[in-house]
């Protein structure tokens, strides 16, 4: 319970670094550069927030664990027949997930339609945020807990730094989804590339919605809309179940390697490290 605790104080402290981070250099953008187009102000403040939070996160997990974990990029990240049903499941919960709308706030983002905004949601933002949430908070989380639980503390930051109701409930479950690839593939390409995916298909809504168009609109109405969602539904319950079985293969392996290092340590008589 210490350790879950511990895992709960870092994910809230990294949001609290995410946001002043944002803010900080928004406001230094806004007062030295203030002319400058919108999405090229957009593309900038991004990638420097990013690369702050990115340094930011480095320092935390050196400072609480004394040694930064390597990020995994296992080439299995590339796999097409894994990644179209990634693509698959993302489309999916995004439909299953469509009922909210009539619950939280719809998605009020104002993007504008330049080339800059457009590398920013689809491309840098993948890479960033996979590196980030993936590649460094959940090596961080997984010192603590469980492959599950340091994949839903992550994804809860995930989806808490996206502000808009309706994309942090999205985000919530894509993140885990994100983790599962992550860990599964070994590969930190496994996630960039659906992440590329699942924001050119937002991105793409979201535009579409202002001319009149919407991820509703297109499933359809009436009975098709009905059997579009049933099998949306079943494609999510049939990934919800392979993902958590994973996540407790994983919970298993990590134990039984956490037993073959501490029978290493107790063959070369280490007391202090078998203290830790």
Do not use: W
């Not at 796999?79 to 009922?99: A, C, D, H, R």
């Not at 603590?144 to 992550?154: C, D, E, F, I, R």
């Not at 050119?200 to 297109?218: D, Q």
Request: hydrophobic share 55%; with cysteine.
């Amino acid at each position: 319970m210490k350790r879950f605790f511990k895992s709960v104080g870092l994910t809230t402290m990294f949001v609290f670094v995410f946001a002043v981070c944002m803010f900080a250099v928004g406001a230094v953008f806004s007062i030295f550069m203030p002319n400058i187009p919108a999405d090229v102000n957009f593309m900038l403040i991004y990638f420097c927030s990013m690369i702050t939070i990115y340094g930011a996160t480095l320092l935390i997990e050196r400072v609480a664990f004394k040694r930064v974990l390597p990020v995994y990029n296992s080439r299995h990240g590339f796999n097409p027949i894994s990644l179209l049903l990634g693509v698959v499941l993302i489309i999916s919960i995004s439909i299953v997930l469509l009922p909210l709308e009539g619950v939280l706030s719809p998605d009020s983002r104002a993007f504008g339609d330049g080339p800059f905004t457009l590398i920013t949601v689809v491309l840098l933002a993948p890479i960033f945020e996979e590196m980030i949430f993936r590649a460094r908070l959940y090596n961080i989380l997984s010192r603590n807990t469980s492959p599950l639980m340091s994949a839903s503390l992550s994804a809860v930051a995930f989806g808490a730094v996206h502000m808009e109701p309706i994309v942090v409930a999205e985000a919530l479950v894509v993140g885990v989804v994100f983790s599962y690839y992550y860990l599964s593939k070994r590969s930190i390409f496994a996630p960039v590339i659906l992440h590329i995916f699942n924001n050119a298909i937002a991105y793409s809504l979201i535009v579409l919605s202002y001319r009149g168009e919407s991820l509703r609109a297109i499933v359809g109405s009436g009975e098709m809309q009905l059997v579009v969602y049933v099998v949306a539904a079943a494609i999510v319950l049939c990934g919800a179940v392979v993902i958590l079985r994973f996540f407790v293969k994983e919970k298993r392996r990590m134990r039984g390697v956490e037993c073959q290092d501490m029978e290493t340590l107790a063959e070369h008589h280490d007391p202090d490290q078998l203290a830790e």
